[in-house]
């Protein structure tokens, strides 16, 4: 079975600290996407990771797919409070590209 | 442009009684849907996903069951809720192999 393993499970840190949170599998992807939560609300994509060791950046988060492309990074320079949501990696699946498996989340809380 | 329409936003239904909720698609043909299901604060859990009309593939064995009666609407149905359908339920759309894209959800409480 696929798993995508998000760590850590929840992290509140104050304004302006850096961060970083992972996603990490023992299989691999042929990507992977990033999407922040609100409450209430339906996940909102970041980002999409193809090719193994990319990295993007969407103004102060930075995005890293591992070389082997089993894991990937998501990290967050001077957080701000509208930075705090549930961080969400996901994946297609490798018996069927249609199905797109999410990972277990990040609750993030930045304290002003 | 693509949207997509998720309805209803909440519900309150006993234990016993049905479900339908809807989900339709706009822009877009032939989009693989989704149904997911969200514990609080939790990872999303796939229930069903559709790669065309009338094609079903259902992820966890529960109480639940999806149709696709037309290519831009995905029903999530139950003929008798338990307590431990109460959640979040998310519809989705992607084309194969991309991203997802969200409707709003429905958060439905069975009392």
């Known amino acids: 079975t696929q798993l995508l393993e998000q760590s850590p499970q929840f992290l509140s840190i104050q304004e302006g600290e850096n961060l970083t949170v992972y996603c990490n599998s023992s299989?691999?992807?042929?990507?992977l996407q990033w999407y922040r939560q609100e409450p209430g609300e339906g996940p909102v994509l970041l980002v999409t990771?193809?090719?193994?060791?990319e990295v993007k950046k969407l103004k102060r988060l930075t995005f890293q797919f591992g070389d082997a492309r089993k894991d990937s990074s998501l990290h967050i320079t001077a957080a701000q409070p509208g930075d705090t949501g549930l961080y969400l990696c996901?994946?297609?699946?490798?018996?069927?590209?249609?199905?797109?498996?999410f990972g277990s989340g990040t609750r993030l809380s930045i304290r002003p | 442009s693509q949207t997509i329409h998720q309805w209803p936003a909440t519900l309150v239904q006993p234990v016993g009684s049905p479900l339908s909720l809807e989900c339709t698609v706009e822009?877009?043909?032939?989009?693989?849907l989704y149904w997911y299901r969200q514990a609080a604060g939790r990872g999303l859990q796939l229930l069903f996903y559709?790669?065309?009309?009338?094609?079903i593939s259902s992820e966890v064995p529960q109480n639940l069951s999806a149709s696709r009666p037309q290519d831009r609407q995905f029903i999530l149905s139950s003929k008798k809720l338990l307590l431990s359908d109460s959640g979040f339920y998310l519809c989705?759309?992607?084309?194969?192999?991309?991203?997802?894209?969200f409707g709003q959800g429905t958060r439905l409480t069975v009392v």
């Open positions: 989705a759309w992607s084309v194969s192999g991309g991203a997802a894209f």
């Open positions: 299989s691999v992807f042929s990507s």
């Open positions: 990771v193809v090719t193994g060791g």
């Open positions: 996901a994946g297609p699946g490798y018996s069927s590209a249609s199905k797109i498996i």
């Open positions: 822009g877009t043909s032939n989009p693989n």
């Open positions: 559709s790669v065309g009309i009338g094609q």
